[in-house]
């Protein structure tokens, strides 16, 4: 139990296009869904909370109009990096939990920007 | 605001050999949560313990062993008998406040060598 699907595992893309990135639960409702950010050798950071029909809360020095967090469902959340540049190349992880159960993670998503 | 310290940035063992991942966290929280998270080369972040901070017994899972200390504010984490598979990064996240959300350490890199 308590799986997390991520969609895509990795993506290229060129400089100035948009990325979206899914996240599934599985098996379980997820009543909020968190947004995290790794880069190489380093831990993770976390970039905004979602709870299902709710807006996105952004942590201090995301910008919300360039990574959209959409949590439409009880099983899914969407990140779409808008107007990509190389800088936003990273791992973007996302985890899913429901009610005060622990933080399940999704396995991640590959962004290079070329 | 919350911290969590992973002193040992990287720890370089031999098959078979005992290790020990230390972990220290500050909080003014009275109630919080401490867990284990495993990443390896693959990215996926693996959930191996949640302990909530009422609950001071160590706990032994296989060849994996938790001592968490409230006195001294840490929550070590022992792997006995280290295999090469366990060569991974390893997180120690913190979990409190009215949110819960998560704050991770620095993560301890653990390569075992044949």
């Known amino acids: 139990g308590a799986v997390v699907s991520q969609h895509p595992s990795w993506v290229i893309c060129k400089s100035g296009t948009s990325v979206k990135i899914e996240c599934r639960s599985l098996?379980?409702?997820?009543?909020?869904m968190f947004w995290y950010r790794q880069f190489p050798k380093q831990s993770l950071m976390l970039m905004a909370t979602?709870?299902?029909?709710?807006?996105?809360?952004?942590e201090q020095g995301v910008e919300k109009d360039k990574f959209l967090i959409n949590h439409a469902s009880l099983t899914l959340s969407t990140l779409t990096v808008t107007s990509a540049h190389p800088e936003d190349s990273s791992f973007y992880i996302c985890?899913?939990?429901?009610?005060?159960?622990?933080?399940?993670f999704g396995p991640g998503t590959r962004l290079t920007v070329l | 605001a919350q911290k969590v310290t992973q002193a040992q940035t990287e720890i370089s063992v031999v098959e078979k050999e005992d290790v020990t991942l230390d972990c220290v966290y500050e909080?003014?929280?009275?109630?919080?949560?401490l867990f284990w998270y495993k990443q390896p080369p693959s990215g996926e972040l693996v959930f191996l313990i949640r302990?909530?901070?009422?609950?001071?017994q160590n706990e032994i899972s296989g060849r994996y062993s938790w001592n968490f200390q409230k006195s001294t504010s840490s929550f070590n984490f022992t792997i006995t008998a280290s295999q090469v598979v366990d060569s991974a990064v390893y997180f120690c996240?913190?979990?409190?406040?009215?949110?819960?959300?998560?704050?991770f350490g620095k993560g301890t890199l653990l390569t075992v060598n044949p």
């Open positions: 985890s899913a939990r429901q009610g005060a159960s622990p933080q399940y």
């Open positions: 098996d379980f409702q997820a009543t909020t």
């Open positions: 979602s709870n299902e029909g709710s807006k996105a809360t952004y």
């Open positions: 909080t003014r929280d009275t109630t919080y949560y």
């Open positions: 302990r909530n901070s009422f609950d001071e």
């Open positions: 996240v913190f979990s409190g406040g009215s949110n819960y959300k998560l704050t």
